[in-house]
């Protein structure tokens, strides 16, 4: 049974760019929009699955003026231009179609409609089974025996598809689909600028054409209508009415050349689709279509299960995966030796012994694994690749360092289907190879091998370690804060002589800002602000606003750090923080879950959290060892700028010679104030903060913060110049 | 960026990424020096220019030459580097 599914290209091309459209528009990194064309994919993939077509044809309107422009000058007269944004996916979306191999068709002198309006008749003439796909309720006229026309509509993010067919037309609208032309010839239509017959809308359209099938039907029986005023509107619009009728009929015998039978689905051309999904940056449909770049290595595992010790196949140096359960307990574990042999072990007991012989091994966050070698006693072996770590010293700004992402990105490599453990371990191992050349390359060796990678086991044994943490404190302090919390509520309440909820930044607005008519400095899209800063500012005339303040901090301090480290706490009593390798750019390590390297320090109150932080017993203190300045040495260091060098070397305070130096005060004269200013440049400048943050850190104007910026750099010539040289670097890169 | 400690692309803060590089340095130091001495008290918390020692009542004074020795050598700066020691029973005694 042939069926024949036809795309009314523009309509679907066109709701799929307004659908994915959003402040972070789908787009490629060479800043080619694409949404568009990946909503069409989308769309037509749902009803590819659902219609199961044999044949497929995707109709576009071409630019050319079509006969109903000739016939009526104000054919879609003032209608929006295409966004630029979705004209540039035009040619692509017919590029995808052409290395889909489905049929696109498009004619001069004829719109989409036309060609669907034809093809649908003919199909349909000769016994196939037709569906239309279209957002446009106009195509509605072409429903028929064998043919259907579905359209999407989208409503609150939900899409439901409307079928129509010609009974269910019948049903729903009492008339024959044909009759929609007559429908739409009265009411008009103002999207594409057709007249119709003012003051008639759908309903009373439909009603007429109902009872008199026609326009011919409703004119020859005027004088039967009732309602006067209805006669006159069709009296004096009537020529408008049947040239309206013109421009909405769907012209279904287009001269097209092309024949049914070539609309069967064709070979997809693989390799140039690939390429294109791939510039286009659709992971997702090449996977969904199983496209493989062509010209890769191909890979076969030969895999061997170790299920006793004594066939345990004893490699110096091994690249590994290890699957973990949610106990950190490894799961699944395979190791090669050459990326092809691949060794499975059956029971994860055999890990241990394993490691007794391997004294290199390559992974892909082996951390995990070091942990858990670590609270068996075992010595973690040296670390020949982590192929995370080496992506990451590669391009430190990647989000994720997936392994599979990390094969698409960096090998031509073609693996087995099936991604478990030994194909995993495989494709470690060809990583490895790449990443160390790539490195190698790019001079990041020494910084892989001498800090990344052996950090890992100092981590691992870090974050087995744990901190151990005081939960009689913490729910002490709790209690004590949720006192302060509920006094602070109910002064809060009393100011604004009425009982709210203060967490609700709206019930907050409306206290602040209508009630209590406190003025407005800005408003955001949800509303009135009342963001940390707004309320910094009020807070020097209105006392409410410094209570909020105050309470936000208390409540802050009791939900992520008192209750939540208590939660935290593991059953040894410790809190065991995650370190992350691969997340800030700045090569920092980071903290979560939780995060230790941000417990309260500005405030007294806030600095208590820290007293729940004790060694594990009388036998233990902490010992806390910092670096001082570490940053502004290292400056003066890069930057070889002998004043800065000469404070650090004479052992003299920075800031106070910095603000002498700025100032251009002896050290002797330096304020506290001027000291404070210096520091926050000093800092600013290694930051990389502007002047405009550091008028709003300091509370001085912009353009003496300016001045403070630039007196620094005439004073400091050397990390002027380093400066110059990093922004240089950095627009030259 | 290309500098002293690493070739690490960081743009934005190439003066952070060196001394975040020197404290990593400094950490895998001070493990391998209490891995080395088999001591009890273990490094248990990095805050970025910062280590933590849970620290052996018996080995304080060893831990802080060790601590000393393997920051001060995390770098070869033309600026000495500086350190701090804090000790305490809790984390908030030790700032």
Known sequence: MKKLLLIDGNSILNRAYYGMMGRNMLSTKDGVFTNAVFGFLNTYEKFFTNEKPTHVAVAFDMKHPTF???????????RRPMPEELVMQMPIIKDVLDCMGIARIELRGYEADDILGTLSLQASQEGIEVVILTGDKDMMQLAGKNCMVLIPTTSKGNTTVHEYSETSIKEEFGINPVDFIEVKALMGDKSDNIPGVTGVGQKTALTLIVQYGSLEGVYENLDLLKSEKQREKLEKDKANAFLSRELVRIDRNVPLDNLIEEMVIGKADEERLYNLFNKLEFNHFIKKYKLKRTGMKKIELNKHIISDISSIVPFQKIYSYTNFDENDKPKEFAYTSDGHNIYILKDMKLILPLMGYVKEIGGHFLKRLFKYLLKNKIIPPAVSVDTAAGAYISDALKDSYELNELCDKYLETEFPEEDDVACRASKIY?????????INENGGGKLLDEIELPLIEVLASMENAGFRADAKFLKDFSLRLEGDIIKLEKEIHAEAEEEFNINSPKQLAVILFEKMKIPVSKKNKTGFSTSADILKKLSVEFPIAKMVIEYRKLSKLKSTYADGLVKVIADDGRIHSNFKQTVAATGRLSSTEPNLQNLPIRTELGREIR????????????TSADYSQIELRVLAHVSNDESMKDAFLKNEDIHTQTAAKVFGLDERFVTKDMRRAAKAVNFGIIYGISDYGLSEDLGIPIFTARKYIEEYLNQYTDVKKYMDEIVKFAKDK | MRREFGKRVALNAPIQGAAADIIKIAMIAVYKELKKQKMKSRL??????????????????????????????AAELSVPLEIDLHTGRSLYETK
Request: hydrophobic letters at 40%.
């Open chain 2, 44 to 73: 248990i918390l990095q805050v970025h220019d910062e280590l933590i020692i849970e620290t052996s009542c018996d080995e304080v004074s060893e831990v802080e030459k060790i601590l000393l020795r393997c920051m001060m050598g």
């Open chain 1, 68 to 78: 109903r422009h000739k016939m009526y000058d104000g054919y879609k007269a003032g």
């Open chain 1, 611 to 622: 007293k729940a932080f004790i060694p594990e017993n009388e036998e233990f203190q902490l």
């Open chain 1, 430 to 438: 060809y990583l490895a190879y790449k990443m160390r050349e790539i």
